[in-house]
């Protein structure tokens, strides 16, 4: 893409982009799973499956073992997943390499940094706080709290307003098609997706502006000042 000078906040998204959750999620959902007698998920099947919520990942998961639940039984078993998740999010959970580096030298260069994510907020916030990354970022959006889940675009659009920023100078990075779609519908012009997470459909071939195989290479591409860098 071309070097996008005039970004005023960078917007992030958590699972797959920042942080490797898979194999916490994947103990959690075992857990659950295995209350109602059905065997584990291997963690490459729960990569494919993250993204969506942890709402989405229980149907995922149960949809795997074809198995549907009535809705007030799946209702309580979400319950006690969230639960086994919350309780122990960071066990094997680990911030992606230059992660913290790369939220410092935006924020040295007077660029905030926001977070949006379809993870429950409280633990989102637990992780970050966990990985010292919470105090660099500006605000952090979460599910569960009211706004709609990626793709809708509110949460982003409310994230974007937090940082001081509009969507025309606002650029998000994410790693699948919901991030880019949720960007597109907030009317953010530039998207950056990484290819290390957990997408099923290669990232190239969803139509971001750039793709980048590690966080490293955000900050080049933001033709930030040089002292930045
Ligand atoms: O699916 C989740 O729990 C979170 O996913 P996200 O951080 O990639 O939005
Ligand atoms: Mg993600």
Do not use: W
């Not at 025309?168 to 991030?179: P, R, Y």
Request: glycine residues 8%; charged residues 25%; aromatic residues 4%.
């Amino acid at each position: 893409m071309e070097p996008f000078e005039d970004c005023r906040a960078v917007v992030f998204d958590l699972d797959g982009t920042l942080a490797d959750t898979v194999g916490d999620l994947t103990t959690a959902l075992n857990r659950a799973l295995a209350e109602l007698d059905l065997p584990p998920h291997p963690e490459e099947a729960v990569r494919g499956m993250v993204g969506g919520g942890l709402a989405k990942l229980l149907t995922r998961g149960l949809a795997a073992h074809d198995v549907v639940l009535e809705r007030a039984e799946h209702e309580a078993v979400l319950a006690r997943f969230v639960a086994h998740y919350a309780a122990n999010p960071a066990e094997r959970s680990k911030l992606y390499p230059g992660a913290r580096q790369t939220l410092n030298v935006l924020r040295e260069a007077g660029i905030p940094c926001g977070l949006c994510t379809n993870k429950h907020e409280p633990i989102a916030r637990d992780l970050l706080t966990r990985s010292a990354l919470g105090r660099r970022s500006g605000a952090i959006q979460g599910s569960e709290t009211g706004f709609p889940r990626k793709p809708d675009p509110a949460c982003l659009i409310h994230v974007v307003k937090k940082l001081g920023a509009s969507p025309e100078t606002a650029l998000m990075v994410g790693d699948n098609a919901t991030d880019l779609k949720t960007a597109r519908a907030a009317g953010l012009k530039r998207v950056v997706l990484v290819s290390y997470g957990y997408s099923v459909t290669p990232v190239t071939d969803l139509g971001a502006d750039l793709v980048i195989t590690h966080l490293h290479d955000l900050v080049p591409a933001l033709a930030l000042p040089e002292r930045a860098q």
